[in-house]
């Protein structure tokens, strides 16, 4: 029988990709089995999602007063606890401190709605709207100290079409997540992806760029 890699999803919100990363994990397309659903938000959407799937939920919120390094040391004990191999942020809305995310460097992935290296930050969609760009996307990539600046992994591209707002890319996009996150985990869990001197590792070579692949592959993947 093979093994499940123990993980720990990081949410502020709505959960989707926590939902896309549930339901793999589920039906035994993800070897993984989730150990714990951590929130900042009391209310996020995202704890009912793991709620109904059975796994155990937490809250941590910044209490008045806390400060950053206070905060990721409390969450840095949530996670010990926990024991993860892997630790996946999934709209994660808190900025890391350098210790907590050095804990876990290569053991700790985000996904961000943007081709990286371009718009870091928030609001992706609609600066890239706002900037005229013919493409958009989103990226998975190793969480390093700088902000949305660590070796990525795999990216989603999409074409913007003349009618395309920031809701229907914010649609477009999540809809590339749930399956290029999974996708990417599953290569993790697999032992074939792996941080080494900063860069990523797949199948044993060291990859010059990220797996690029357009909306339509990855929809039929
Ligand atoms: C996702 O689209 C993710 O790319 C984004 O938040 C959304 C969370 O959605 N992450 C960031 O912006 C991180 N900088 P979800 O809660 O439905 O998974």
């Known amino acids: 029988m093979s093994t499940l890699?123990?993980?720990?999803?990081?949410?502020?919100?709505?959960?989707?990709?926590?939902?896309?990363?549930?339901d793999a994990a589920g039906d035994g397309r993800l070897p993984v089995r989730i150990v714990s659903v951590i929130s900042d938000q009391a209310d996020a959407y995202g704890l009912t999602r793991a709620a109904k799937s059975g796994v155990p939920g937490m809250v941590l919120e910044a209490a008045g007063g806390m400060n950053r390094e206070g905060y990721d040391q409390a969450l840095g004990t949530l996670l010990e606890k926990s024991n993860p191999g892997?630790?996946?942020?999934?709209?994660?809305?808190?900025?890391?401190?350098?210790?907590?995310?050095?804990?876990?460097?290569?053991?700790?992935?985000?996904v961000h709605p943007s081709l990286l290296p371009g718009y870091r930050g928030l609001h992706t969609h609609r600066r890239v709207l706002e900037a005229g760009e013919s493409h958009h996307g989103t990226s998975v990539h190793f969480v390093t100290e700088e902000l949305d600046g660590g070796p990525v992994i795999a990216q989603a591209?999409?074409?913007?079409?003349?009618?395309?707002?920031?809701?229907?890319?914010?649609?477009?996009?999540?809809?590339?997540?749930?399956?290029?996150?999974?996708?990417?985990?599953?290569?993790?869990?697999?032992?074939?992806?792996?941080?080494?001197?900063?860069?990523?590792e797949l199948d044993g070579t060291r990859l010059r760029e990220p797996v690029i692949r357009d909306e339509e592959t990855w929809l039929r993947s």
Do not use: C
Request: proline share 3%; net charge positive.
């Open 157 to 200: 591209k999409l074409r913007i079409g003349p009618g395309d707002t920031e809701q229907t890319l914010n649609a477009r996009v999540q809809a590339l997540e749930h399956r290029m996150y999974p996708a990417v985990i599953r290569w993790f869990a697999q032992d074939r992806l792996r941080m080494a001197d900063g860069h990523v």
């Open 5 to 22: 890699l123990p993980i720990s999803v990081l949410i502020s919100g709505s959960g989707t990709n926590l939902q896309a990363i549930l």
């Open 86 to 110: 892997l630790v996946v942020l999934a709209g994660f809305m808190r900025i890391l401190s350098a210790g907590l995310v050095r804990d876990w460097e290569g053991r700790m992935l985000n």
